[in-house]
DNA sequence: CTAAGTCTGTACTCGCAGTACAAACATCGT
DNA sequence: ACGATGTTTGTACTGCGAGTACAGACTTAG
């Protein structure tokens, strides 16, 4: 795959909604092609097919999701603050990007089978939550959970189920993202108990 | 669709490691065919294609979810009791046909675009578990959270991420599904707070 | 001002999803 | 026994659309 310039990188994303809505296999290259204003031809010249071009649009936000989740991590505050923070990143830009957001979430098969992917999923999200986990811990803002990958997953996957929730359904009594990252955060912290 | 009878349903189970391998997309109708032992003739005799045997197979795996999650609501115990039950059943049918379940998390996009899955998948996973939220809120063995909706989209999200995450990289430490819905259950029920 | 790389239009191939259809076979009511 | 109705399957086919081939235009830099 050749470097592809920032002009069709952007231009891509007008293909999005399309792809989110009907799914890669519905989608024709043509489509994509036309909705994105790029000749057909200089699609094939960029990448090898369909499959690459939503696997680089994935890289392109997981990317993204990771140094902005990096750049969060790095500042002051407990353990518990910049969880808050990272969380709130992640959220705002899957959500910012909804198209692309919703299907990488609707699509995650697909990131598994692609050992890149994976690679940058897991920085996007479990790194940075794991290791805020392990440190709280340390620094005793969180109680030393026994497993901190299952924290991790437990915020990941709510994190991405509430976005899908708000693909499928639009709920009109959640306003996303300003109120979910903090209502999503207060059940995981504080649980499910009285 | 016609009706599918057992005998052909069951033997398609067949098929389901090569689809959760390498995805729909890539699997030939033809692979399908000759993996379950059935011709394709009389695949089209009770399909119109790929999608719909796939959409067969997560219905079934979910009515079935929705039906013992159901059973496990109807039993005995405080509300916190039912609701570790159903989390247990839930995730012990979606391992125990592990290609069948790590296709339809794989696929989350393709379950939001058929409105008929989605009530499957509400009826299997969220509906069960809100309503035990909203039941242990009233008699105080679960503390009222704003919107029980995020606790049951939290429980959803930890149950299929622990699931994916044991697809993705085979966790030796984890003994699913015996140890995850204990663990899982006390990371989500006490939260990550000390 | 040429060489190397980028971009794009046009025309093509070909694999595979889905169709058509007829013949074999089963089931059942009368 | 027998027609009627539905099931099952083999074989042969059609057509869409992914991906390829390639030539010529256009850009950039040495």
Redesign the interface.
């Known amino acids: 795959m050749r470097k592809v310039p920032a002009q069709i990188a952007s231009k891509l994303h007008l293909a999005l909604p399309l792809i ?6 519905q989608t024709k290259i043509d489509e994509i092609a036309d909705t994105a204003g790029i000749p057909k031809a200089t699609l094939y010249y960029y990448f090898s097919g369909k499959e690459e071009i939503l696997a680089f649009l994935f890289e392109d936000m997981l990317t993204a999701i990771a140094d902005e989740a990096s750049i969060a991590m790095g500042t002051e505050g407990t353990a ?1 603050e910049r969880l808050e923070a990272v969380v709130a990143t992640q959220i705002r830009l899957l959500t910012q990007n909804r198209a692309l957001g ?2 990488l ?6 990131i ?2 692609s050992p890149a992917l ?1 690679d940058s999923l897991q920085s996007a999200f479990y790194t940075p939550v794991e290791n805020l ?1 392990i440190e ?1 811990a340390g620094d ?4 030393a ?3 901190p ?3 991790s ?2 915020i ?7 976005i ?2 708000t ?3 639009p ?1 009109d ?2 306003d996303v993202p300003n109120d979910l990252a903090g ?2 955060l ?9």
Do not use: H, K
């Open positions: 989110a809505e009907q799914g890669l296999e518990v919703s299907a979430i609707g699509d995650l098969g697909r598994s089978r994976v986990l709280g005793g803002s969180l109680r959970i026994a497993n990958l299952l924290g997953m437990t990941f996957g709510s994190v991405i189920m509430s899908l929730v693909v499928i359904a709920a009594d959640l209502e999503l207060d059940v995981v912290m504080r649980g499910l108990l009285p």
